[in-house]
């Protein structure tokens, strides 16, 4: 077996195992993430944090179908979803950035409505409504389409054939720097240092509102395990930027990291009930209350 036939069987491998077990996470994520909007709606606690988390719920499944099953199809079965000089394909690419974009500033929208609600106490309460959440929900994805339009430009350029060796860095370097500051920089910035805060209050302040306290554990919870998926993924995409595989092996490796840092991005926005799960007991008293109700 020649070393194309054998660089081409490690992709196929490469490719099956990787979307085997991406459908997985993503049937899984798809039914957690329903599992937390009926949840939420059995939570008596009508401020804009149960509102903003059903809108994450949402926007989290809608990312995982977008990300999950239709680019795991794509690697798998080797469609050509990216023909950028489409115009439905470039409103599917629009359209999953889109959604992956809300997933993520959800998480940050999220973070920041505890620090308002720690900070401002009084104002949160008087102030905190599931309109007022549904109204930043929506300025959420707003913003994240209008950042998602920003790829416009890089199909702009590559629609122009640019072939000389200055045009096809720039749109090398425009699409990781703008991947790295919108999709990263800004949200784990204000998450990570959010989650400082809510450690330091939760220290300070050990008496307090009972309710308020576990709902920021929880969102806690969330943040911490978000900064960790996304740091380890913006590592592997650093360590293999520039990375230019020389053997099979070594694209056999290349192919593993990308699928990883892919599973990793559709895991995040799928484990979300099971941390809401493990540390709310509001939460698993809500979620059993929407089998006990029916059978009692």
């Not at 099956?16 to 008596?44: A, D, R």
């Not at 999953?96 to 920041?112: C, D, E, K, N, P």
Request: charged residues 15%.
């Amino acid at each position: 077996m020649n070393s194309t036939k054998i660089e081409n069987y490690l992709e196929y491998q490469l490719a099956e195992y990787m979307s085997i077990s991406g459908i997985i996470i993503c049937s899984f994520g798809i039914l957690f993430n329903i599992c937390s909007y009926f949840t939420c709606m059995k939570l008596n606690l009508h401020n804009s944090a149960i509102t903003l988390i059903k809108c994450q719920a949402l926007w989290d499944t809608i990312a995982i179908f977008h990300d999950g099953y239709i680019e795991l199809g794509r690697n798998y079965y080797k469609y050509n979803l990216m023909n950028i000089s489409n115009l439905s394909c470039k409103i599917l690419v629009f359209h999953s950035w889109g959604s992956s974009f809300s997933s993520v500033y959800h998480i940050m929208v999220l973070a920041l409505d505890r620090v308002a609600a720690i900070r401002f106490p009084m104002w949160y309460k008087q102030n905190s409504k599931p309109q007022l959440a549904y109204k930043i929900s929506f300025g959420v994805v707003l913003f994240s389409y209008g950042i998602s339009s920003l790829n416009l430009i890089k199909f702009k350029l590559i629609d122009s054939n640019c072939t000389m060796y200055g045009s096809k860095t720039f749109i090398h370097w425009y699409g990781a720097i703008h991947v790295s500051f919108f999709a990263f920089a800004i949200p784990f910035s204000v998450v990570l240092f959010s989650n400082v805060y809510f450690v330091y209050s939760l220290r300070k302040r050990q008496k307090g509102n009972l309710t308020e306290r576990r709902l920021t554990i929880m969102l806690l919870t969330n943040c911490i395990v978000f900064c960790i998926f996304t740091l380890s993924s913006v590592i592997l995409n650093g360590a293999t930027f520039n990375f230019r595989p020389e053997d099979v092996h070594e694209k056999a490796m290349l192919i593993l990291i990308d699928q990883t840092q892919f599973t990793m991005a559709i895991a995040n926005a799928s484990v979300n009930f099971l941390l809401y799960f493990a540390s709310g007991p509001m939460f698993r008293t809500a979620f059993f209350s929407l089998f006990t109700e029916k059978l009692c």
